[in-house]
């Protein structure tokens, strides 16, 4: 009977990280927005070039949560790839404040040389890349309610039309955060990402490349 309850946990644990019982948050309500004016057309892409992600859509990948018997299951984005779904929250928060917007869906792995000039050949101006190195959330167990980890490895730059590199900057980082037992693990994943992604594209050396 101790058995068959715990696989019950587990199952209600697994609905929530499948995010099938509660609302999705949208790239509007997580929007990434510039600090300051930018120029405008900005394209904007991301490449996800994570290698240690795992579950059977890696390009989906936003971490894992330990269920019961430390078993780890993978959270997945049920709708878009975890590079679509930041280009969506940046592109969200560009034109927020006003700027014209050109994006790219990018395959995992995608280069510059493949980025630039489709956004290039779109008309922007300049080119805001972001690629995902090693950026994954491991949930604590629901049942010890222990911290969880964020793990975050990522660079941004700013490219001219021709490709030539106008600033870069990495943030790479571990740290702990509590997750909220009411909300599922995937919407927690994304808000919890989202200011870290904020402040990657709001280094001073990104700002100042993107000014108008």
Avoid at 104 to 111: D, G, I, N, S
Avoid at 169 to 197: G, I, M
Wanted: with cysteine; aromatic share 8%.
């Amino acid at each position: 009977m101790a058995s068959l309850s715990k696989l019950r946990l587990a199952a209600a644990a697994l609905c929530l990280a499948a995010c099938s019982c509660v609302s999705l948050v949208t790239p509007e309500q997580t929007a990434i927005a510039p600090q300051g004016k930018t120029v405008s057309p900005v394209g904007i892409a991301v490449a996800d070039h994570r290698t240690n992600t795992t579950g059977m859509r890696k390009d989906r990948y936003y971490g894992r949560v330990r269920l019961s018997y430390g078993i780890p299951t993978p959270i997945l984005d049920p709708k878009m790839a975890a590079a679509e779904r930041l280009t969506r929250q940046l592109e969200a928060g560009f034109r927020s404040q006003g700027a014209e917007v050109r994006t790219l869906v990018t395959e995992p792995f995608a280069k510059n040389a493949e980025i630039v000039p489709a956004l290039a050949g779109q008309g922007a101006s300049k080119v805001l890349l972001v690629r995902l190195d090693d950026v994954w959330i491991d949930f604590a167990n629901p049942i010890g309610g222990r911290d969880s980890i964020l793990y975050f490895d990522a660079t941004a730059q700013v490219l001219d039309p021709a490709g030539r590199v106008l600033a870069t900057t990495t943030r790479r980082f571990e740290r702990n955060f509590r997750y909220d037992a009411k909300d599922s693990f995937f919407n927690q994943a994304v808000r919890t990402l989202q200011p870290e992604f904020a402040a990657l594209v709001g280094q001073p050396s990104i700002r100042r490349a993107l000014a108008p």
